[in-house]
């Protein structure tokens, strides 16, 4: 565990714009929405409790940071007043072990070891915008991935990133729609 929390500590630093260049996630390819605001802020209510069960801060990229990144790729301030806050509720990826075959059978039986089920919240709170419009827009995102009892740490580290990965992309499709529906008012189209 300590392991894992230094490796990731020391690759967190570096690993953000390689996220966004092309790496685990990245959303360029998509037009950003551009909301007549004249800024737009990302929150988090969120605290990673440093401690297990939780591990949402070891892994290389975490669900906090996608959603910053999400943000960063896929939300534009067109306006001249007015905020767009994106509050990240929860960002958890929690470890649960999984139960392990016994006796000699055990011996010959790669089980799956641990599971990891990750959470994203995350709120777009539209205020004092230029046309008077206040409004908000939410998402849950969850998702769940295992490993076997004999992965490697570098096999670990790319599963919780992948599936970091898939509720940032997960996240993407549900808020999409959603701002496009309910913030129209504030919907610049192009």
């Not at 737009?40 to 290389?60: F, G, Q, R, W």
């Not at 006796?103 to 004092?128: A, H, P």
Request: hydrophobic share 40%; charged share 25%; aromatic share 4%.
């Amino acid at each position: 565990m300590l392991r894992r929390l230094f490796i990731a500590t020391c690759l967190s630093f570096a690993a953000l714009p390689a996220l966004a260049q092309g790496g685990a996630l990245d959303l360029s390819m998509k037009d950003p929405i551009t909301l007549d605001v004249a800024s737009i802020e990302v929150e988090s209510e969120y605290v990673a409790p440093m401690k297990e069960p939780n591990v949402d801060h070891l892994i290389t990229i975490t669900p906090s940071d996608a959603v910053r990144l999400w943000a960063s790729q896929r939300l534009k301030a067109g306006g001249s007043q007015g905020r767009a806050r994106v509050v990240i509720r929860d960002a958890s990826v929690r470890e649960k072990e999984l139960p392990r075959t016994t006796g000699i059978k055990g011996w010959f039986t790669k089980d799956q070891s641990e599971e990891y089920d990750g959470r994203l919240q995350v709120d777009i709170i539209v205020e004092g915008s230029a046309r008077g419009f206040s409004g908000s827009v939410s998402a849950t995102v969850t998702r769940s991935t295992s490993v076997r009892e004999d992965v490697s740490l570098a096999e670990r580290d790319k599963t919780m990133l992948a599936m970091v990965k898939e509720m940032a992309a997960d996240l993407d499709r549900q808020m999409e729609p959603a701002i496009k529906s309910n913030l129209f008012p504030v919907v610049i189209i192009q």
